[in-house]
């Protein structure tokens, strides 16, 4: 796909097609009043005619209209302008994208503004979501599915508007690699696969990348990731990938992405009805390994690290055991409630592992719980924060990006009691009783490098849709990507 931001007036723009949006109170944008002058009243007429034309996602096609160089003019319906939010407007402009095959769209960005949105925040967005129009099958087609040209029109082609395109257009693509790789199956997307992923980032200026084998792993000490790793066949891969973008002392911002390549449960089997969806259980290292390499391949002023503790929940004749007690890299020791509670354990010692680091922050990605889901629905990713400025940043970025988050709490006594052991340092898993995901964050905040800032991003219920047709979202790529270009430009 091609982009190309152009500040030529609707009625001279060159295109095979022209979208543009309409409110259904007829309301005309001062471009569009243009435009319906040029069109001898085309847009004014259409609006008054609601049996015609009216509501949110209506769309009308003109061929060859009157006073226009373009093939056809395109009318997506807005819908009420007092109702035109974010959905609305990302529903309407992909609606409009698929209403037409043809190879080069001009699309009026000025038309499109929502409440509060900018005209740069309408392009990144209008960037991402041509980008990400059609499934990545395969990566390596995601263009070629479409070769179309889009022309973003705007009053001012300025450096900000430039700096939006880039980003919105570096989401487009993390997008759509993290939902590539989140669809592979299980027997393609292995942890050594994910590894080889990992190191074709090397050829980006500043990026160092080092797979660990089973013996590394061993040698490192991490117990409680190897306990997990024992119950199948295929071995394990811990990934650590470096990008050095910043200057050289700047502290790195960490992230660590749960990659269960396939998670059945371990002994504690889970029911065959949903188990495929498993597959999935490595979207937290799609995402980790999307943002990186978008970091790299934008060359933001940031260092950073991914970590990905890579392997299969089976359960083989070496698995784990419910009762076992595992050592952890950090030093606590861990009894095994629930073999299926495999995430923290993977997840726990690869946050240990940052220590060494010293990370300004630690973001870590995974999907924990099952029960995020019942807390929060598939419309919030559950944030688990130590950190109220860290907090508030992601939000901030969550917001921006459209991709929400809703802040859940985690640590309390209360939750720290459901952990206890009379054997261990602590259980995996507690006893029924609720607050799942809040249970699983106040597993992972033991393992907390001191003193550091710490988001914990629970994506079970975010990260794909499960169902009839199960596909990953590619979510939550778009905030971390927005959260980090706010990084960097806070740093410049
Ligand atoms: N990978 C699952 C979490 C999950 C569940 C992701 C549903 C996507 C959809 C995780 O490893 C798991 O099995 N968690 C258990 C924890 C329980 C045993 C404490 C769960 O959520 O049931
Ligand atoms: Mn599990
Ligand atoms: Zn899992």
């Not at 992601?394 to 985690?410: G, K, M, N, Q, Y």
Request: proline residues 4%; charged residues 20%.
């Amino acid at each position: 796909m091609k982009f190309e931001i152009s500040t030529k007036p609707l009625t001279d723009i060159k295109a095979q097609s022209l979208i543009v949006g309409l409110f259904e109170d007829g309301q005309l944008t001062e471009t569009e009043v243009a435009l319906d002058m040029a069109t001898k009243g085309l847009l004014s007429e259409l609006a008054a005619d609601k049996t015609f034309f009216s509501k949110e996602n209506d769309v009308i096609r003109f061929h060859r209209p009157d006073g226009l160089n373009v093939s056809e003019l395109i009318v997506v319906g807005l819908g009420k302008i007092e109702n035109f939010d974010d959905t609305v407007f990302e529903k309407a402009f992909q609606t409009a994208l698929a209403a037409t095959p043809s190879q080069h769209v001009a699309v009026s960005v000025l038309d499109w503004l929502a409440v509060g949105r900018t005209v740069e925040w309408t392009v990144m967005h209008m960037a991402r979501l041509a980008l990400t129009q059609h499934e990545p099958i395969k990566l390596e087609k995601v263009n070629e599915n479409s070769p179309r040209k889009v022309t973003l029109l705007v009053n001012k082609n300025t450096e900000t508007v430039k700096d939006a395109f880039y980003l919105g257009e570096a989401i487009g693509h993390a997008v759509n690699e993290a939902k590539y790789l989140g669809n592979l199956p299980p027997n393609v997307c292995t942890p050594s696969y994910l590894g080889e992923v990992a190191k074709s980032y090397k050829k980006l200026k500043g990026v160092t990348v080092t797979v660990h084998d089973e013996k590394a792993i061993e040698k490192i000490g991490m117990h409680a990731f190897l306990a997990v790793a024992r119950g199948s066949e295929v071995k394990p891969r811990f990934i650590e990938l470096h990008y050095a973008g910043g200057k050289k002392n700047d502290a790195p911002i960490c992230f660590v992405g749960k990659g269960i390549t396939f998670d059945a449960g371990g002994i504690c089997l889970k029911a065959k009805q949903r188990i495929a969806e498993m597959k999935y259980d490595m979207c937290g290292a799609a995402t980790v390994l999307a943002v990186f390499h978008a970091c790299a391949s934008m060359k933001l002023p940031l260092n950073i690290i991914a970590l990905i503790p890579a392997c299969e929940n089976l359960p083989d004749g070496n698995a784990y055991r419910p009762a076992d007690v595992i050592d952890t890299l950090a030093g606590l020791t861990v009894e095994i409630a629930n073999t299926d509670a495999e995430g923290r354990l993977v997840m726990c010692d690869a946050m240990t592992y940052s220590a060494r680091f010293e990370p300004e922050a630690l973001i870590d990605v995974a999907t924990l719980t099952g029960a995020v889901g019942t807390a929060l629905g598939d419309h919030f990713t559950g944030l688990f924060v130590n950190d109220p400025m860290l907090c508030g940043t992601l939000e901030t970025a969550a917001d921006v990006a459209i991709d929400p988050v809703w802040t859940l709490p985690f640590n309390g006594a209360h939750f720290k009691s459901r952990l206890k052991s009379n054997i261990a340092d602590c259980a995996n898993t507690g006893p029924a009783g609720g607050a799942g995901a809040s249970v699983a964050a106040t597993f992972l905040a033991q393992f907390v490098p001191e003193d550091t800032s710490w988001a914990h991003l629970d994506i079970a219920a975010t990260a794909y849709v499960g169902g009839k047709l199960p596909h990953s979202t590619g979510r939550p790529v778009g905030l971390l990507l927005t959260w980090l270009h706010q990084m960097a430009h806070a740093r410049a």
